[in-house]
């Protein structure tokens, strides 16, 4: 069983607060969740899809203390934080609160009491390369990044072709994968929109959602798609913050500064799944913008640090896909091709006009490694490999 990252900080954490452990549905949440319960040794696991389950916790049958208390998808109890934040200060010398939820747990607030500096919030992503390789890069924010020995070309064809969701990547089938990615959006849309949000029009929510793998790559025009949909701009907003808060969606802004301008509108849109991509080139970008997004969550869940994830472009269309800044400064930028490795005179006129310490241009096929005017160019494994 492959060991995911997150488990040794959110073990540590647990000792001093609650851990929140949020992500895409049917990313292994559970699975790592019942690993630290098993490891921890004293505890229970309770669902809130489970009837009996609801009914121990919503009578407080807690096990005997101490002990870890695992509560899954418990944000689906509308007055939980209120709940919670009663339980967890009552019983917070005698029990370790671990809340898992495929939705965002550090925005949903459906009434009640606030649980601010309670928890820890930590958010699980698909497999990367490196963890899928059970490897934990070392790095330091603003410093060169430790690139090491290529991962096996294996493994990004894996994580390429099926996701890095658990069961459709280690099945490994064309098969499996069709089967999986069927039943997985029909309980997105059934169980978790449902449950969680007051949707009227699901219908037209499903097709937005069918219409955003075909625009991954390219600034995303809200109005483009209200008028495809025939529904309001207010429908559409709402609809892409559901999509975002459930992990299906995320957008990455364009890179603003006082002494750059850009754009200051249209964000792009990435799946979470980017085997839902069909087109190689934009699921190859798809690919590289999750491995940046689980680095950004990843600093700032374990060290606090603010990491964001951008793209750049400027009014005369000059484009950089990925600038990772820490604190608002511009760490590096990563420009992704799936077979040119002629180095991008876009990402060299950023990297001098912004001042971004590290430029690297990422290639899918094979391809001979050379940094020219700054411009490290060099095989897409080479460089998420050394990302945690």
């Keep these: 069983m492959h060991s995911r990252t997150l488990r040794v900080p959110i073990t540590e954490d647990l000792q001093q607060k609650m851990v929140f452990l949020a992500g895409p549905r049917q990313v292994g ?23 009996e389950d609801r009914r121990l916790v919503l009578s407080a049958s807690w096990p005997p203390p101490p002990a870890l208390v695992v509560l899954d998808e418990f944000h689906k109890y509308r007055p939980w934080k209120r709940w919670l934040k009663g339980e967890y200060d009552k019983h ?33 992503h698909p497999f990367t390369l490196s963890e899928l390789e059970g490897r934990v890069p070392k790095l330091s924010p603003l410093e060169r990044l430790p690139l090491g020995k290529a991962a096996s070309r ?20 064309d098969r499996a994968h069709r089967r999986w990615s069927k039943e997985r959006i029909e309980r997105f849309f059934r ?20 219409l955003l793998p075909e625009r991954v790559g390219a600034p995303l025009s809200l109005e483009s798609l209200r008028r495809e949909l025939d529904v309001s701009h207010r429908a559409v ?30 964000p792009k849109a990435y799946l979470w799944d980017h085997s839902l991509v069909a087109a190689p080139a934009a699921r190859f970008e798809n ?9 950004c969550h ?36 990563v420009e992704a091709k799936l077979g040119d490795a002629s180095p991008s005179p876009h990402l060299r006129y950023f990297g001098s006009r912004l001042g971004i310490p590290y430029l690297y241009q990422v290639v899918l096929e094979p391809t001979r490694e050379l940094v020219r005017d700054g411009i490290h ?12």
């Design 154 to 173: 294996d493994a990004v064809k894996a994580l390429l072709r099926f996701g890095g969701f658990p069961e459709p990547l280690f099945a490994a089938t």
């Design 191 to 210: 169980e978790d929109v449902r449950d969680l949000e007051n949707v009227h029009d699901l219908s037209s929510m499903q097709l937005l959602s069918d």
């Design 29 to 51: 949440k559970t699975t790592l969740a019942k690993q630290i319960l098993t490891e921890a040794g004293d505890g229970a696991y309770f669902s809130w899809d489970n009837r």
């Design 92 to 124: 917070r010398d005698e029990y370790r609160f671990l809340v898992t939820g495929s939705a965002r747990l550090d925005v949903y607030r459906r009434g009640g009491d606030s649980l601010q500096g309670r928890y820890h919030h930590y958010r699980l």
């Design 298 to 333: 990843f600093l700032e869940d374990t060290e606090g640090t603010r990491a964001d994830l951008h793209y750049i472009r400027d009014p005369g269309k000059r484009e950089v896909d990925f600038l990772v800044t820490i604190d608002r400064r511009p760490w590096f930028a």
């Design 287 to 295: 690919f590289v913008a999750s491995h940046l997004l689980r680095l």
């Design 377 to 388: 160019v060099l095989q897409v494994a080479r460089l998420l490999a050394a990302l945690p």
């Design 237 to 266: 907003t709402r609809w892409m913050s559901i999509l975002e808060r459930l992990y299906f969606v995320f957008r990455v802004p364009p890179y603003t500064a006082r002494t750059f301008r850009g754009l200051r509108k249209q």
